[in-house]
Antibody, heavy 122, light 107 residues
Framework: EVQLLESGGGLVQPGGSLRLSCATS????????MNWVRQAPGKGLEWVSA????????YYADSVKGRFIVSRDNSKNALFLQMNSLRGEDTAVYYC???????????????WGQGILVTVSS | EIVMTQSPATLSVSPGERATLSCRAS??????LAWYQQKPGQAPRLLIY???TRATGIPARFSGNGSGTEFTLTISSLQSEDFAVYYC?????????FGGGTKVEIK
């Protein structure tokens, strides 16, 4: 069974930084594009970022472009999201999500982590 | 950016009844449309992709239809476990975008 487990969330002040990690197992990690999707408290889903299986392609929502950096370590089966210049509106549960189709990026997501809460507040 | 609009925001349905949820795209997304179900405190669950293909393990009472800009998700006979929030998502172009969701509640 595919496992995705986020970590690294918590409380951070506005303007601060945080790095999220997503540990994965039970699939060939390097074959799949990966994504970050967030959900503000009581709100809907917002796609944040995607990265191709090789890591050569990265994509961002306009709301985070220039502040967030997505990366991956295929030797460790891990996905990361470096979040800088954090704002109150970045407060959300952040999910990592696996593309359903091997070899692609920017599609739909079959497997999701349980989510990790990031709170930006002074 | 393609804006996805879901309606209604809330749908009140009795168990055993049929529910029809709508999703409209601001631009043509072809059949690059997925549906997800989310229950409180849980991650979303993929139901439908390419507008009408059920994901692995999804019961046949869930069906998707549409192409271009107009899509529907139908639940033929609501079960107690189907009361949840449903989201559509387009993956025709960057950025990927979700609709605002439809909450299906017990009438």
């Amino acid at each position: 069974e595919v496992q995705l487990l986020e970590s690294g969330g918590g409380l951070v002040q506005p303007g601060g930084s945080l790095r999220l990690s997503c540990a994965t197992s039970e699939f060939t990690f390097s074959n799949y594009g990966m994504n970050w999707v967030r959900q503000a408290p009581g709100k809907g889903l917002e796609w944040v970022s995607a990265i191709s299986g090789s890591g050569s392609g990265t994509y961002y929502a306009d709301s985070v472009k220039g502040r967030f950096i997505v990366s991956r370590d295929n030797s460790k089966n891990a996905l990361f999201l470096q979040m800088n210049s954090l704002r109150g509106e970045d407060t959300a549960v952040y999910y990592c999500a696996q593309e359903r189709v091997a070899g692609g990026v920017g599609n739909y997501f079959e497997n999701w982590g349980q989510g990790i809460l990031v709170t930006v507040s002074s | 950016e393609i804006v996805m609009t879901q309606s209604p925001a809330t749908l009140s349905v009795s168990p055993g009844e049929r529910a029809t949820l709508s999703c409209r795209a601001s631009h043509n997304v072809n059949s690059n449309l997925a549906w997800y179900q989310q229950k409180p405190g849980q991650a979303p669950r993929l139901l439908i992709y390419t507008a009408s293909t059920r994901a692995t393990g999804i019961p046949a009472r869930f069906s998707g239809n549409g192409s271009g800009t107009e899509f529907t998700l139908t639940i033929s006979s609501l079960q107690s476990e189907d009361f949840a929030v449903y989201y559509c998502q387009q993956y025709n172009s960057w950025p990927l975008t979700f609709g605002g969701g439809t909450k299906v509640e017990i009438k």
